[in-house]
C-alpha cells in the first residue's frame, strides 16, 4: 500500500496497526483507550520512519524507487516500535514501556523510551544493542553488541555520522565528533574523540587515526 508518494507498506495501514496490536496483546493487557493511542499516534511514527528511511541507503529499505516498509523485516520493525515507545514517553503514557520491552523481546535490543535517536538511524544486525542515554548526533550507525552508556552520571555525546561496528563501546564523559568510526571492539570511556577519526583499542590506550574520505 502507497501511503504517500514515498513510502510503500507491503499491507494496508488498517492490517499493520491490527498486527502490531495482536503482537503487542500477545504479551500485554492492552486496554481499548491505549488501542485507540496507539491509533492516534500511528501517522506520526510513519512520518518518522519516513524521515528515517529516507537516509538510510540500504537496499532493503526502497523498492522501485519508493521507500520500503515491512512488518517482517525486523531492522525496520525495530525503529516503527522505538518510535512509539519514544513518542509515548514523551507524553508520560505508560504505553512506553510496553513498546521498549515488546523491541527488547522481539530484537533483543535494549533502547528505553526515553532514550531521544536522531531523525535518522539505522543498526545493521543489532543483537545484544545496548543504548543508553547520549546526545546522539543524526546519520548514527551501530551494529550487534555496541553499547552507549553513562560512568558516575555522566553521558556520551556523539556527533554526527559515527558509526559503531560490532562489540565497540563508549561511555561516560566521552565526547565522539562528526564522522567518527569505532571499529569492532574498542571501547572508548571518558575520552574525547576528534571529527574525521577511526578508533581502535581501549582507553586509556586508544589508537586513533585520521578517517580518509
Not at 531523525?119 to 543489532?126: G, Q, S, T, W
Not at 556523539?158 to 560490532?166: A, T
Request: glycine share 6%; proline share 4%; hydrophobic share 40%.
Amino acid at each position: 500500500m502507497i501511503i504517500d508518494k514515498e513510502l510503500y507498506i507491503d499491507c494496508s495501514e488498517n492490517d499493520l496497526v491490527k498486527l502490531l496490536i495482536k503482537r503487542l496483546g500477545n504479551f500485554f493487557y492492552l486496554s481499548k483507550n491505549e488501542e485507540n493511542s496507539i491509533k492516534e499516534v500511528h501517522p506520526l511514527v510513519l512520518e518518522k520512519l519516513r524521515v528515517c528511511f529516507k537516509g538510510i541507503d540500504n537496499k532493503y529499505f526502497w523498492r522501485n524507487g519508493l521507500l520500503y516498509f515491512s512488518p517482517n523485516h525486523s531492522g525496520q520493525y525495530l525503529i516503527y516500535l522505538y518510535w512509539f515507545s519514544y513518542l509515548f514517553a514523551k507524553n508520560n503514557n505508560d504505553l512506553k514501556d510496553k513498546f521498549y520491552y515488546l523491541n527488547k523481546i522481539l530484537h533483543s535490543v535494549d533502547i528505553y523510551a526515553e532514550v531521544e535517536l536522531p531523525p535518522v538511524f539505522f543498526f545493521e544486525h543489532p543483537l545484544g544493542l545496548v543504548l543508553g542515554r547520549a546526545n546522539y548526533g543524526n546519520n548514527f550507525f551501530a551494529m550487534q553488541g555496541c553499547t552507549v552508556g553513562g560512568n558516575k552520571d555522566k553521558y556520551p555525546i556523539i556527533g554526527e555520522n559515527v558509526k559503531m561496528f560490532s562489540n565497540s563501546k563508549v561511555v561516560g564523559n566521552s565526547v565522539i565528533g562528526n564522522h567518527v568510526w569505532l571499529s569492532a571492539n574498542s571501547y572508548v570511556k571518558d575520552t574525547n574523540i576528534p571529527d574525521n577519526s577511526i578508533v581502535f583499542g581501549s582507553s586509556p590506550n586508544l589508537i586513533i587515526k585520521d578517517l580518509k574520505k
